[in-house]
């Protein structure tokens, strides 16, 4: 039972146009969002994260929506630049020091 | 710099023969995790250690072990490798004081079983 979900596999978007991932889960008792970029032969590293008690957090060209009634959230990169082209993954935290990850989704940025 | 390290980057094992696959940080970090990954699925918790103690998830296989020596080393043993036992093994590291903290990555280990 996935309780974090990335239905889209893949998107691909234009160099300076807006990406938009998503993800949505069921579990009500997550209280904290994270999302990590992948890119080949490389670990996850973590990019930003959203608290439950939030509904948006931004960093940069990076912004977090988060909608808790809906039990969805989205990243947003604006504008979108070839080198942001990994796969992302979001997260979810319920217990101490657990996280609960989505099947991630493949981010291409044609130049 | 801090990071974490996971040695060999590339495993290959027969069927059945055991195998182990090594972490190290240099965050001195409190937590390490273990998550295995299959193809387009998304990174699976095995188990973790906050210090010394132990917390396996309740569906990881008898098959797979750890053991953390000390703060900064962290191994994963799968006893008996499988076919179904082919992926990518991932390392992580929280701070673990603060449980907001996100978690470290290492590069993995991609583990072939032939």
């Known amino acids: 039972d996935q309780q974090v979900k990335q239905n889209s596999p893949s998107l691909s978007v234009q160099e300076g146009r807006i990406s938009i991932l998503n993800c949505d889960y069921t579990n009500s008792m997550f209280d904290y969002f994270l999302w990590y970029k992948k890119y080949p032969a490389e670990g996850p590293t973590f990019l930003i994260s959203i608290s439950s008690i939030k509904d948006k957090n931004e960093d940069g060209r990076f912004t977090v929506f988060l909608n808790k009634s809906a039990k969805h959230l989205s990243l947003h990169i604006v504008p979108s630049q070839p080198g942001d082209s990994a796969v992302y993954f979001c997260a979810a935290r319920g217990s101490a020091r657990q996280l609960t990850f989505g099947s991630g989704t493949q981010l291409t940025v044609l130049p | 710099d801090a990071m974490v390290i996971q040695n060999p980057r590339y495993q290959v094992t027969q069927f059945g023969k055991p195998v182990t696959l090594s972490c190290s940080q240099t965050l001195n970090h409190n937590v390490m995790y273990w998550y295995q990954q299959k193809s387009s699925q998304a990174p699976k918790l095995l188990f973790h250690y906050y210090d010394k103690d132990f917390n396996n998830e309740a569906d990881t296989p008898d098959n797979f072990q750890s053991r953390r020596p000390n703060t900064s080393f962290c191994f994963l043993d799968i006893r008996s490798p499988g076919l179904g036992d082919a992926a990518m093994y991932l390392c992580?590291?929280?701070?673990?004081?603060?449980?907001?903290?996100?978690?470290?990555f290492g590069p993995g280990t991609r583990l072939t079983v032939l």
């Open positions: 992580a590291t929280n701070e673990g004081r603060n449980s907001y903290n996100e978690q470290f």
